[in-house]
């Protein structure tokens, strides 16, 4: 006899397709063009390895040109171009989520059906955290390794000239040179997304019919992250051009993106469901490479943790001009 079963509510391959394939769609970061969708880092996701490198060509030098001459006996000294590469890391995660039957039966509702429809929130909020942490391990390493070009530090100035103002967005800005103009978007805690408000300087509006509505800051979308904590009063914000994040997502190359199990002996026999759900993920600014790190700068996992993202010693600049970096940031009261 036919029956209806939970994995005929829940079909795994097409669920987990669907979350991979949604889980940043309707978010600021993705809408905003910031974090972008890249194929490569997809595709090696598939692969076994931890990490894996991206090779790129540096720009030619500004070398002056020769003056050129009639005398066949000079000869010109021909310039070469160099290449880097960049390490991206691979962070294998997995969340899973318990119905009791029991509650269902009693709540006249299905907790089951509730967390599906929540999983791919999850996991975009999950990769939210992380594009910030890892953001903040780039601003960590820039200021152990690069006398922070790319960071515009206010916090101690006098009185109100400490405070988050438009004069100093504009400078950490201009710490891209004239790359200025790249940048897309700004994230900022949101005590300082309150002054701003406060102060009518904050816009709204919907790119499309349909979608989701955007704050804007002097024409930079808004992402709100009080994971941007901040320390004695010291806010971190961050300015980003798109693109400025790289960014792959895949189901498991083996086992299952998304599973479910039942426990019927749980409850004293009421029964249990647990929906598992597990992806890849790769997340990788551009211009930097990644290292896992020795002795207590080692990552404790076989993936980094959220907290690992955010080490100074885990990422190091690979391109050779502070301006090939879309990223700046402005550290305030």
Do not use: C
Request: aromatic fraction near 6%.
């Amino acid at each position: 006899m036919p029956q209806v079963q939970i994995t005929d509510v829940i079909v795994p391959e097409e669920f987990t397709a669907y979350t991979v394939e949604n889980s940043l769609v309707s978010t600021a970061l993705s809408q905003s063009g910031v974090v972008a969708h890249n194929a490569l880092i997809a595709d090696q996701l598939q692969a076994g390895a931890e990490s894996f490198t991206i090779p790129f060509w540096l720009d030619l030098s500004d070398t002056e040109a020769d003056i050129t001459n009639d005398d066949p006996t000079i000869l010109s000294t021909p310039q070469k171009i160099s290449a880097n590469k960049q390490t991206v890391r691979k962070s294998f995660l997995h969340a899973s989520w318990s119905e009791m039957s029991l509650a269902s039966e009693l709540s006249g509702d299905s907790a089951l059906a509730r967390i599906q429809s929540r999983v791919t929130a999850y996991w975009s909020r999950q990769i939210e955290k992380r594009v910030i942490s890892t953001l903040l391990g780039v601003l960590a390493s820039n200021v152990a390794n690069n006398a922070g070009d790319m960071v515009n530090d206010i916090s101690g100035a006098a009185g109100a000239l400490a405070n988050f103002n438009g004069g100093a967005v504009i400078d950490t800005a201009l710490t891209m040179g004239d790359r200025l103009e790249d940048v897309a978007m700004i994230a900022m805690h949101s005590a300082i997304y309150g002054e701003a408000l406060k102060n009518n300087e904050i816009e709204f509006f919907k790119p499309s019919e349909n979608g989701v509505e955007l704050k804007t800051y002097k024409g930079m979308a808004v992402i709100l992250d009080d994971n941007l904590t901040p320390a004695a009063g010291i806010y971190t914000t961050i300015l980003m051009g798109a693109g400025a994040i790289g960014y792959g997502m895949s189901a498991p190359r083996t086992g299952y993106g998304t599973e479910l199990f039942r426990i019927p002996a749980a409850g004293n026999g009421g029964g249990q469901t647990v929906l598992h759900s597990r992806v890849n993920v790769g997340i990788h600014p551009l211009g930097y490479a990644w290292t896992d790190g020795t002795g207590g700068s080692a990552i404790a996992g076989d993936s980094p943790s959220i907290a690992d993202l955010a080490v100074a010693a885990h990422w190091s600049r690979a391109v050779s001009q502070r301006k090939s970096v879309p990223l700046a940031f402005l550290i305030s009261k």
